[in-house]
């Protein structure tokens, strides 16, 4: 065995190997040698366990070495995130990064991230200025906010207002309303880490009013209401409503904080949707302080939004831990940019891919999927592909009983050609991945998550792989 690993090439004479030669220059070099490591590594361990026994079967590997460690090189160059296309029908997919901006809105992004800008600086007064200022003011005037302010994400957004408002003191949640959002995120977690007590009231299904009330106590801090983004409770139940609610808090003198997930702006019931409660409306019903995320139905960057009462705001912007979930400059511009949309009213809905595509038509969607079809004429000899009814759904634990009727495209690959599994996993794979769902022997792809600018894209994706495939056909017979 010692001698076998006294056969292993030596990182330096690798380098200088005439394949390899070609390929590294100084910048480039860290990969190299970092695939060289890799690849000598797996041999080691190979003669370790016993796998490589002989002289000559080394040498058989030290020879294909370069062409490995070339590949891997490649590979490790590859930017590891990418853009991707999503075919999976689900709006705000948690994996796929949440809501997409829009094209028009990441290159105005561009001039401001790309120099300096005046993030924290008053154009007006020449002095220091407030982050938030760019888009506190239009988030007020779209929301009927007195104040407004933007942290990391919602879950800081929460552990803020509960750490600023609430810390030694008591804070009354529903049964019902013990959420855990994912990643770990549970409310009774976060209200300990705000330094706040926990005080459960009402049962699972059924909480009133006075549960809430009774609950009071010298040590109250504040009601708390959380919003079940990703259930929901039916049959018998019974919920405080917020305007209840509110009217309790004011008697009490007590803050009624309502943490809303998702953030909706519209009212989907006229685009024949569920209810799902707005911004808006929960200020308006009384609510003191309203968080929710940037990311989700809002359909803008990754952000925790907290809008409510000036004096309580305020606080918030003065709390130690505000300095530690700040919002970066490229938040800040997207967010400004994203309240200028909402501004122009109706059209908003066009311009925000969320909200366009949750409210796109089904006529609409079945337009492109078929242009797609058409798109793959040249491999329908080697799988059968049509346009199929499928359903959408909302995704990052938003509506989740919310059905959206779209339209797919089925490809059912012939096996001989290539499996529907081995498709997938192909597609995955892509410079630009493809990442669609299996259903039985077929891939889907739904088209309301893809946008008109994706399908050259899709297709030329696609034929490569069947070339590709094709042609390993053809050396074989
Ligand atoms: C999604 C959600 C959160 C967490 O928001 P992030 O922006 O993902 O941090 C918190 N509370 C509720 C009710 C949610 O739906």
New binding site residues.
Partial sequence: MQELFKKLPKVDRLLQDEVLKLHWNEENKPFFLQAIEEELSVLREQIKVGEIVFENALNYQVKMLPRRILARASKLQIPKLKMVINGTGVILHTNLG?APLSTAHAEQLVGILSGYSNLEYDLEKGERGERNSSFSALLCKLTGAEAALAV???????LLMLSTLCAGKEVVVSRGEL?E???K?R?PEVVVQGGAKLVEVGTTNKTRIEDYTLAVTEETGAFFK?????YQIVGFTEDAGLKELSDAALKFGLPLLV????GAMLDFRNYGLSWEPSVQATLLAGADVV??????LFGGP???ILVGKKHLIEKMRQHPLMRALRIDKFTAAALMQLCHTYMSGKSSVEQIPVLSMITEPLEQVERRAKRFRILLLDIMDCCKISVTDCVSKIG???MPLQEIPSKGVLVQPQPMVIKATDLEKRLRRLAVPVIGRISDKSLIFDFRTIKDADLPIMAEGFLSIFQEEKAKDKSFT
Avoid: M, P
Avoid at 152 to 158: H, T
Avoid at 259 to 262: I, K, N, P, T
């Fill in positions: 949440r990391n994400n919602n879950a800081a957004a929460v959420v959002i994912g990643g995120f409310v959380v919003h079940t983004s990703n943490d809303l997930g998702s968080c929710f995320s940037g990311d989700k990754q952000a925790g990052g634990g938003t």
